[in-house]
């Protein structure tokens, strides 16, 4: 929970979209809004992803995202958070690896 004892994501399926939801995320801007909805993207099994920001003075970000009909969206979104994850700990290793062969 944030600092107004929000929650920090709340999922809401489409009722117009088969296999699409809508994330609401609290505390959060443009930058992780546009890293999540790329690389969702990226993934071959994505059919739609896109975030908002609906006032710049506000921290929430909404994403909406869609699926393949043979791949459930929100595997669709663990799996590509997962990976993320990933990539942003290998950068870490590799960032404290370079700063030992600097010194």
């Given amino acids: 929970?944030?600092?107004h004892n929000q929650k920090y994501l709340h999922i809401k399926y489409?009722?117009?979209?088969?296999?699409t939801v809508e994330l609401h995320i609290n505390g959060e801007s443009h930058t992780l809004g546009n890293l999540i909805a790329e690389k969702i993207l990226s993934d071959p099994?994505?059919?739609?992803s896109a975030y908002k920001v609906n006032h710049p003075l506000d921290e929430e970000v909404d994403l909406k995202v869609s699926a393949q009909k043979d791949t459930p969206v929100l595997t669709l979104i663990k799996?590509?958070?997962?990976?993320?994850?990933?990539?942003?700990?290998?950068?870490i290793a590799q960032a404290k690896e370079e700063?030992?062969?600097e010194r």
């Fill in 99 to 101: 700063r030992k062969t």
């Fill in 45 to 48: 099994r994505c059919t739609f």
């Fill in 79 to 91: 799996d590509n958070l997962k990976s993320l994850e990933d990539d942003i700990e290998s950068l």
């Fill in 14 to 19: 489409s009722k117009n979209t088969p296999n």
């Fill in 1 to 3: 929970m944030n600092e």
